[in-house]
């Protein structure tokens, strides 16, 4: 089995930063590519930004430029920094990794709400 757990979420002032924080524990061996979503209220879960196990780096259009995914292998942990925030961008925001030997897993969500 595979816990994710994100952390770094709150309410920030439009302008403003936010590093999010997700670790991966439990049975991660062939862990392959972590990205963070996010789903505001009424919509459908969006895919923001993708990393592999070789620090290649996808973005949404909507994000590119202002977030920044990265991952720390020793740590199995991925982050996603978040700068130029907009009130648009209020959501839940969720972590997944996907594995090479199969399985896909989700995190619980962290809020991240901001204010203009």
């Known amino acids: 089995q595979v816990q994710l757990v994100e952390s770094g979420g709150g309410l920030v002032q439009a302008g403003g930063s936010l590093r999010l924080s997700c670790t991966a524990s439990?049975?991660?061996?062939?862990?392959?590519?972590m990205a963070w979503y996010r789903q505001a209220p009424g919509k459908q879960r969006e895919l923001l930004a993708v990393?592999?196990?070789?620090?290649?780096?996808n973005y949404a259009d909507s994000v590119k430029g202002r977030f920044t995914i990265s991952r720390d292998g020793a740590k199995n942990t991925v982050y996603l920094q978040m700068n130029s925030l907009k009130p648009e961008d209020t959501a839940a925001y969720y972590c997944?990794?996907?594995?090479?030997?199969?399985?896909?897993?989700w995190g619980q969500g962290t809020q991240v709400t901001v204010s203009s």
């Open positions: 439990g049975t991660i061996f062939s862990l392959n590519t």
């Open positions: 997944n990794a996907a594995f090479t030997r199969g399985g896909n897993y």
């Open positions: 990393i592999t196990s070789g620090t290649n780096r």
